[in-house]
């Protein structure tokens, strides 16, 4: 089975940086996922990674480490838009289910 | 091309009614899965559906069953509903054989509320 934890909430400020750490076990590791939700709509995608090391995508960035059942998503410049929850997702090697994390409400201050 | 669209997006049901969820898939799609996502929860796997068969179910009893049509196109059943099985259920499609890092697009879920 799968056990992802991920913080409850964060705040930061317009401008800043802010990091979502998630740590995971799991059996029959396929990948680690990063999705934005915001209230009352779909999950979309952010990022994957399935290699250790630094994924960025522009103002946002994801890090795994596989040894140690570790990610964050960094998210840097922050606007207003970027309030929203981010979900953590691990993908098993035997079959195309993806378990999420309980979700982090980033809430981003003027 | 067309993402994934559920219908309807707000449902209210009796405790103990029969309910169905409609999702059709991404154009080029061929696989459905389900997810429940209860209130400030991450979305819990039901079941993934791939040529018209279950391929995978999660932590749901059997009245949570589902269908999967020769265009893709899928349906969620859940009969004798309980006050718990109210949640937002998010439906994705996928292209089996790619794995799960490629498209798996989720649609913008119906919100079941049972009284």
């Known amino acids: 089975g799968q056990n992802i934890d991920q913080p409850t909430e964060m705040t930061a400020t317009e401008g800043a940086i802010v990091q979502i750490n998630c740590t995971y076990q799991?059996?029959?590791?396929?990948?680690l996922f990063w999705y934005q939700q915001h209230a009352g709509e779909a999950p979309t995608f952010l990022s994957y990674?399935?290699?250790?090391g630094l994924e960025e995508k522009g103002r946002f960035s994801s890090f795994l480490s596989r040894s140690k059942g570790y990610s964050y998503l960094l998210l840097k410049e922050l606007q207003m838009k970027d309030s929203a929850s981010y979900l953590c997702?691990?993908?098993?090697?035997?079959?195309?289910?993806?378990?999420f994390g309980a979700g982090t409400t980033v809430t981003v201050r003027a | 091309e067309t993402g994934v669209t559920q219908s309807p997006t707000h449902l209210i049901k009796t405790r103990g009614q029969q309910v169905t969820l409609r999702c059709s898939s991404q154009?080029?799609?061929?696989?459905v899965s389900w997810y429940q996502q209860a209130l400030g929860q991450g979305p819990q796997f039901i079941f993934q559906y791939y040529r018209e068969e279950e391929n995978g179910r999660g932590n749901f009893p059997p009245r949570f069953s589902g269908l999967q049509f020769p265009n893709y196109s899928s349906e969620l059943n859940v009969n004798a509903l309980e006050l718990d099985d109210s949640a937002l259920y998010l439906c994705?499609?996928?292209?089996?054989?790619?794995?799960?890092?490629?498209?798996?697009?989720f649609g913008s879920g119906t919100r079941l509320t049972v009284v």
């Open positions: 997702a691990v993908g098993s090697s035997n079959d195309y289910k993806l378990s």
């Open positions: 154009s080029g799609h061929n696989t």
């Open positions: 799991t059996s029959g590791f396929n990948g």
């Open positions: 994705a499609s996928s292209l089996a054989g790619t794995g799960v890092n490629y498209g798996y697009t």
């Open positions: 990674n399935v290699l250790d």
